[in-house]
Nanobody
Framework: QVQLVESGGGLVQAGGSLRLSCAVS????????VGWFRQAPGKEREFVAA????????RYVDSIKGRFTISRDNAKNTVSLQMISLAPEDTAVYYC?????????????????WGQGTQVTVSS
């Protein structure tokens, strides 16, 4: 069983920064690609970024390129999402998810394990 716990969300003004963390409890953490998704009120869950199991490959949705950076620390079983230049449209619940197949694409159904989410609110 793989458990994921997000942290680091909060309220920030437009232009500010936040760093989200995803702690993954698994003896085989290095077998899993991990992605971040977000869901704004009234909208579908959206892919944000993903990192391969080794961390050597990353993928981002176009809307956040240059502002968000995903990274992982395999020694600490954590994956982080550094977010800068935040805008009100980044307001959402952010989820991390693990893919056992190495998949790092945008389809949520390919990710087997999910955290409970952390709220990010960006005020204008």
């Amino acid at each position: 069983q793989v458990q994921l716990v997000e942290s680091g969300g909060g309220l920030v003004q437009a232009g500010g920064s936040l760093r989200l963390s995803c702690a993954v409890s698994s003896y085989t953490f290095t077998n899993y690609a991990v992605g971040w998704f977000r869901q704004a009120p009234g909208k579908e869950r959206e892919f944000v970024a993903a990192t391969s199991a080794s961390g050597g490959s990353t993928r981002y949705v176009d809307s956040i390129k240059g502002r968000f950076t995903i990274s992982r620390d395999n020694a600490k079983n954590t994956v982080s999402l550094q977010m800068i230049s935040l805008a009100p449209e980044d307001t959402a619940v952010y989820y991390c998810a693990a893919s056992g197949s190495g998949y790092t694409g945008p389809y949520a159904s390919a990710y087997l394990y999910w955290g409970q989410g952390t709220q990010v609110t960006v005020s204008s």
